[in-house]
């Protein structure tokens, strides 16, 4: 049989080019980086290639079990001074942990990880008096220079920020979805974990820098002890940001899974973590739960980014997405606004500090978003937590419901007329109509409409039964904007080309300039739903100052970066959509 061949990658412990196998990609490189950036351990003491071995048996004088990691007490790297060994699978394989037991039992190490790139447990090990060697898991192994009865001690100045959120996420949420006792569906242990991320954000604003967090699990403790600390933990939150989290909202998991999460991110400062960081790895977690229902799709990152880059929201500009979903368009166009708040106050010379206040500020100021899925709404507040501490600005509200109707924070902090930029996908499709006359009669794209005898202009009629939505969030959408304000949305390519809508067409015109319509590829919101969609970019302008002859932007996008399965491909011409437009912007002198 012939030798299988691997194209290598280099080692991030030792150097040397190794077999890029899965079992090296996706957990040995992973979890070394995790030891050295996270743990603090010095490479010098970490071996991984050429590996370390151990005995297979206590009668064999050769050594033949190669270790995947191997951490020594110092850089001598003998024997005596084996610490712990990692035991690597690739993803997928749940095999192992007699294997890392072997080795922990046939040599002097005393602490053990298994990892599959995906999911990952502790195990200490223990030698009674009569020889007898038993193993107990344990919440995280302790970091460089600290003894393991530390492991939880953590005062508020020993949190360290970390690159490496994305695989631990991914850890808890495996973990949850294998072990949670009355919880498995992935939008509930979503929500939990959103519960328990507040409760360490909370306790790392909380609490000063000399104490010892609440948000920790010892290594001696009794579970029943951390489970009680966090529950008043999350109380303390529940009392102290209701904007955050509801009254009724409760902790649900059991007690070792919720042991689990605390174990995993206790070494770890969320706040300090760059927000980049968290807001993927935060993603990576509730991607699962997000699958799309009742019209609603999830916007790619580069279609969002792209609608971001065209319409270049600014430090001033009152900002909103009234179908936020988990906020992506919010998230991204806060970092656009960030980075210029960074880039202008630098050249003034404002410290980290002002300059830390100023974009937390704006957040909070400027940054409106509202959708009727409780589930996502939360989602949203814990991403702009994370990201930017603009929760207040968040709102579980239908956005076609009449404003009087919300509730008094949402009437307070979202008036009708008020907004320079808006950027959404509506939820749309013919299944989940608008129903009910008070709503419907709001928005004259609920009447029916009848175009005059040899006139290519319409009349208003009737009120209809129903209505789809994203032809009345077209609406609402203006409604929502102050004169110049701009917005883009994603729409079906329906409304751009069906006989049946062409009174929406009209009405648009008669409301506002069009600016640019972006055609993107069908695969754009494969595999979720096959409904072609296009983009549609305007700007609010009073009927007296519209003018008939201006020039529109329109674009045509083949790649969008993945195919009909989900499957990433290389090319992706979206990016490329927001150049050419703020290229054709300036040739034409626009003023948008």
């Known amino acids: 049989m012939a030798k299988k061949e691997y194209i290598t990658i280099t080692d991030y412990i030792s150097g040397l080019e190794v077999n890029a196998t899965p079992e090296e990609i996706d957990a040995v490189q992973v979890f070394s980086k995790q030891l050295v950036e996270d743990y603090g351990y010095p490479k010098e003491h970490i071996q991984t290639h050429p590996q370390h071995r151990v005995k297979v048996r206590p009668s064999d004088t050769k050594k033949e079990y190669p270790v995947d990691i191997a951490v020594f007490l110092d850089a001598l790297k003998d024997d005596d001074g084996l610490y712990i060994v990692v035991e690597c699978k690739k993803k997928n394989r749940k095999d192992g942990r007699t ?179 968290v807001a993927d790895a935060f993603e990576t977690f509730i991607g699962h739960a997000l699958k799309g229902g009742l019209g609603q799709f999830f916007t790619p990152r580069n279609v969002i980014k792209m609608m971001v880059d065209i319409l270049q929201p600014t430090e001033t500009d009152k900002i909103i997405d009234p179908a936020c979903g988990s906020g992506g368009f919010l998230i991204e166009s806060l970092k656009a606004v960030w980075e210029q708040i960074e880039n202008k106050y630098s050249k003034l010379g404002w410290s980290d500090v002002d300059k830390s206040k100023k974009k937390i500020e704006t957040a909070a100021k400027n940054f409106r978003g509202i959708d009727k899925d409780y589930f996502l709404s939360k989602v949203a507040k814990a991403y702009m937590n994370l990201v930017g501490d603009g929760t207040t600005g968040i709102f579980c509200e239908d956005s076609l419901e009449n404003p009087k109707n919300w509730r008094s924070e949402a009437k307070t902090k979202i008036e009708l007329g008020t907004f320079d930029v808006l950027l959404t996908n509506p939820p749309f499709g013919s299944t989940i109509k608008v129903e009910g006359e008070d709503k419907l009669k709001q928005f004259n794209l609920a009447h029916q409409w009848k175009r005059k005898k040899n006139d290519s202009e319409f009349e208003k009629n009737n009120i209809k039964d129903k209505e789809a939505p994203q032809i009345l969030f077209i609406e609402r959408c203006l409604q929502l904007l102050k004169d110049g304000g701009k917005m883009a949305i994603v729409l079906p390519d329906g409304i751009f080309g069906n006989e049946s809508e062409s009174y929406v067409r009209n009405w648009i015109l008669n409301n506002a300039k069009i600016i640019a319509i972006i055609d993107v590829p069908l695969e754009t919101f494969l595999p979720h739903t096959g409904t072609k969609t296009s983009i549609l970019v305007i700007q609010k302008v009073q009927k007296d100052r519209l003018t008939e002859n201006y020039p529109i932007f329109l674009s045509i996008a083949e790649y969008c970066g993945h195919d009909r399965r989900g499957k990433e491909i290389e090319k992706d011409d979206i990016p490329e959509v927001a150049k050419y437009f703020n290229e054709w912007k300036t040739n034409n002198k626009i003023d948008f």
């Open 99 to 277: 294997q890392l037991e072997n080795y922990l039992t046939l040599s002097t190490a005393y602490l053990g990880v298994w990892f599959n790139g995906e999911e990952r447990f502790f195990l200490r090990k223990f030698v009674k008096s009569n020889g007898e060697v038993v193993f107990d898991e344990i919440p995280n192994i302790p970091k460089f220079g600290q003894r393991i009865e530390d492991i939880g001690l953590y005062k508020r100045q020993d949190l360290k920020p970390t690159h490496n959120l994305k695989a631990i996420f991914k850890s808890i949420r495996n973990h949850l979805a294998a072990n949670t006792v009355g919880a498995t569906r992935d939008e509930v242990l979503a929500q939990q974990l959103i519960n328990i991320i507040f409760c360490k954000i909370y306790d790392e604003k909380y609490t000063a820098p000399n104490d010892i967090v609440k948000f920790r699990a010892g290594i001696n403790e009794k579970p029943k002890e951390v489970e009680k600390r966090i529950l008043d933990l999350f109380n303390e939150v529940k009392t102290n940001l209701p904007e955050v989290i509801d009254g009724e909202d409760k902790i649900t998991l059991d007690t070792n899974s919720l042991l689990f999460i605390v174990g995993e991110l206790q070494n770890y400062s969320l706040m300090e973590s760059e927000r980049d960081v």
